[in-house]
């Protein structure tokens, strides 16, 4: 009993040495274990791009590795020996969706290269200029930069003027970075609206995403330009912004369901904003596509995880990001010439993809007119 009792205190204090030695040193694969609720092994499985893991499972796991910017420890031993080309991936999406899909392109082929890759969370432009300096310093050599970082000039450009590797994957409006992996965004939207079009909608509403990303600009560009070649008139009530996450598609679909002559298809600039809207139907007792179409973009597990299941387009996220790590490896071979490296650009294929959440306008929407001009 003595002996229990002096030795909580001796126990405690160990435990206290112990978890703040493991507070300060760099997470393992148990912490990413740990945190997604799963095994080791299975976390060893996601990193090395093994196919015998459940889709909720990896995206778990991807999560945590991004939580605790975990590093693989056979990278880091590399790192140690000096024979390891580093990049880091900087990212700031609400989507977790898009940035499960984002991170496992990555991981996948930086794993097929035996590349050590470094995942960090940028809220802001003024965060990441003092995150990529002090990864500069570190001996990052590449960074993979998705939008809204890739669309500011002055992040690029301080990658470049101190010796290190920018590749856009997004469409971005910004220049001077080693390389660039894309979609036609603008002709995505167009010939999902034609689609929409097709199927003999005619008030058809969109809804934007973050109006700091261009990717953003160019979407609402191909509803309008497609709207436009059909001769049909775009009512600016039934444009809606958004910010790409599930709450603003929220908001902005209990809007457009809320005007008096409401549209008979919403066209939503990502799934995310896609699946809120198809929520927002039913809790207004609205059936999709029955009463409503419902379409959005990206085709990311979240559209296929819903009911109905959603028409969207198909944007190929993963190959983009694994298209950027091997851009950057091409790149970092033509050392020391990378400052006079003539920038890749490659535009990927997209597919618009039909589900279960599209039809013809119904009989309901006869019982629904405009309201009288008095």
Request: with cysteine.
């Amino acid at each position: 009993m003595a002996v229990t009792m002096n030795s909580k205190p001796e126990v405690a204090a160990t435990a206290r040495k112990r978890s703040a030695r493991r507070s300060n040193a760099a997470p393992t694969i148990t912490d990413v274990a740990r945190e997604a609720q799963c095994s080791p092994m299975t976390v060893s499985r996601v990193i090395n791009g093994e196919e015998n893991v459940r889709e909720d499972t990896k995206q778990k796991v991807l999560g945590a590795i991004a939580k605790l910017n975990y590093v693989p420890n056979r990278a880091a031993r590399s790192l140690a020996a000096g024979s390891q080309l580093r990049i880091a991936l900087l990212f700031d999406n609400p989507s977790a969706s898009y940035l499960s899909e984002f991170l496992m392109g990555a991981l996948e082929e930086a794993s097929r290269r035996d590349i050590y890759l470094v995942v960090q969370s940028c809220e802001t432009v003024n965060e990441a200029y003092g995150v990529i300096r002090k990864m500069l310093d570190g001996g990052i050599e590449g960074f993979i930069l998705p939008p809204p970082l890739c669309d500011d000039q002055s992040v690029l450009d301080l990658i470049r003027s101190n010796g290190g590797i920018a590749v856009a994957v997004g469409p971005g409006r910004a220049t001077g970075s080693h390389g660039a992996v894309l979609i036609d965004e603008f002709q995505a939207a167009y010939d999902m609206t034609r689609h929409i079009i097709g199927l003999g909608h005619e008030r058809i509403a969109f809804i934007i995403g973050n109006p700091d990303q261009v990717a953003s600009g160019r979407r609402l560009l191909g509803y309008r330009s497609a709207m436009k070649d059909a001769g049909l008139a775009i009512d600016e009530s039934l444009i809606a912004q958004g910010q790409f996450t599930y709450r603003s598609g929220m908001v902005a679909a209990e809007k457009l369901l809320g005007v008096p002559h409401r549209p008979t298809a919403i066209f939503a600039s990502n799934d995310d904003m896609a699946a809120a809207t198809v929520a927002m139907a039913h809790r207004r007792h609205l059936d999709v596509p029955n009463d409503i179409t419902v379409c959005g973009f990206d085709d990311t597990e979240l559209a296929s995880s819903i009911w109905p299941e959603l028409t969207t387009i198909r944007q190929p996220i993963r190959e983009m990001t694994a298209e950027a790590v091997a851009m950057i490896a091409r790149v970092y071979k033509q050392k020391p010439r990378i400052a006079r490296a003539k920038a890749e650009q490659l535009t990927l294929a997209y597919q618009l993809i039909r589900r279960n959440s599209d039809a013809g306008p119904s009989l309901a929407a006869s019982f629904n007119p405009p309201p009288e001009k008095t």
